[in-house]
């Protein structure tokens, strides 16, 4: 056992550590955002829209249906209960979409933050399936720190800081996952969220 693991159980055992599963994920850094971000930020967040898919054509409806099939099956392991699976696949399809994210990328970041696990903590305090920061509610939000735990809200957070990274980026989706997980400039990180989405194409 390492040295890590050895002094994450004592912690925990002393107490001092949620009981949700912890996640060994980067942090999200608090950076001063100009007004207008932080506007479209808080605008992109707020907005209670239900995750219900539109399409052009029926065609588009084919590809979501092959997108959404073909997702569930390779994610039961991960999350065993059909319900709960096609319900985060298509809020993870809508929100990703909604700010402009390839769904598949997206998938491939929540395999890397969090594996998955609605309820992971990192040891910097990130929460939820794309281990979004508690700082950001305060930030863009309302302040309710325990609302990362709801699928549709963090997945929201995480799919519109993302967004604002790669913006912030220049669309240099390399240099927007690093900055998304605190490690901009290392190659650890994204390299890690790239090869996961090769899981997701």
Not at 192 to 200: E, H, I, K, S, Y
Request: aromatic residues 10%; charged residues 20%; proline residues 5%.
């Amino acid at each position: 056992m390492s040295l890590l693991s050895r002094w994450l159980g004592a912690v925990a055992l002393a107490g001092l550590l949620p009981a949700a599963p912890l996640a060994l994920a980067g942090n999200q850094k608090e950076e001063a955002l100009a007004d207008s971000v932080r506007l479209a930020l808080s605008n992109a967040i707020k907005d209670a829209t239900p995750p219900t898919p539109t399409f052009r054509n029926p065609s588009d409806q084919a590809r979501y249906q092959n997108w959404l099939e073909t997702m569930s099956y390779r994610l039961k392991r991960k999350l065993p209960d059909e319900q709960t699976r096609k319900e985060f696949l298509a809020t993870v399809w809508y929100e990703a979409r909604r700010a402009g994210l390839d769904p598949g990328m997206v998938l491939g970041l929540i395999q890397v933050e969090s594996a998955y696990r609605k309820y992971a903590v990192s040891i910097v305090g990130a929460r939820g399936y794309m281990q979004v920061m508690p700082f950001w509610t305060n930030v863009i939000g309302d302040s309710n720190r325990r609302a990362l735990f709801d699928m549709q809200t963090n997945l929201r957070y995480g799919c519109a800081i993302l967004r604002m990274y790669l913006d912030m980026e220049a669309g240099n989706l390399y240099l927007a996952l690093g900055r998304y997980n605190g490690s901009r400039g290392k190659p650890e990180y994204p390299n890690a969220v790239l090869a996961a989405w090769n899981n997701w194409k």
